[in-house]
């Protein structure tokens, strides 16, 4: 795995490493991480998620997530524009969740900046797809060693700053970009990864929001 970031699980299929082998962990790899996503309630929690998991590894969130779902309202944001005081100390008491008083309240400001967003755009999925990289922007080739050395992106870098202006918090360049990875803006399965064609091919058949 050193060089190549990739292992080859017992069914015989070589992955990316970071699933580490674990059955929840290398579903999410599978199933989720990086297929294309336009369901606004759905980006909406990833991109919260993704606040959440600064400092702390992304299994730890996927295994609360059943918990943040229930907690913040299926994450959506026009319910959770409204939560107020009264929530937040609800929120701070659930052990099921990361209790992080500035997470949990940036979520809150996030979800009322959210409903200003829609309303401009018409949905979520319109405003973050319009930042979709092009190729030029994008590595030659995705290896082990690309991943390694770009946690970031000039996208991320453009839409971090487009969000901060706009009120959004704990959306630095490196959690827009793990977002960006996980809601299929962009595909950094390593090469040699057997979900690397499978999304490459759905983000050919993708219909982008206009």
């Known amino acids: 795995m050193e060089k190549t970031g990739l292992i080859t699980g017992e069914d015989g299929l070589t992955r990316c490493f970071w699933h580490g082998g674990l059955e929840d962990y290398r579903r999410y790899h599978d199933e989720e991480w990086g297929r294309p996503v336009t369901d606004d309630f759905r980006l909406f929690e990833k991109i919260c998620l993704e606040g959440f998991q600064s400092g702390l590894s992304w299994l730890t969130i996927l295994r609360k997530r059943e918990n943040f779902r229930a907690g913040f309202a299926g994450f959506d944001f026009h319910k959770v524009a409204l939560f107020d005081d009264g929530d937040i100390a609800r929120l701070l008491a659930d052990a099921g969740i990361i209790r992080h008083r500035g997470k949990i309240v940036s979520t809150i400001n996030n979800a009322r900046h959210a409903v200003d967003l829609k309303a401009e755009f018409g949905s979520l999925a319109r405003y973050f797809w319009s930042f979709e990289p092009g190729p030029e922007e994008r590595p030659a080739?995705?290896?082990?060693e690309t991943l390694r050395?770009?946690?970031t992106s000039p996208t991320s870098v453009r839409l971090s700053k487009d969000l901060k202006k706009r009120g959004w918090s704990f959306v630095g360049p490196t959690t827009v970009?793990?977002?960006?990875?996980a809601m299929g803006m962009v595909n950094d399965h390593i090469e040699g990864c057997c979900c690397r064609p499978q999304v490459e091919q759905l983000r050919t058949e993708f219909v982008r929001p206009v």
């Open 141 to 144: 080739s995705m290896d082990y």
């Open 149 to 151: 050395a770009n946690p």
């Open 177 to 181: 970009y793990a977002f960006m990875q």
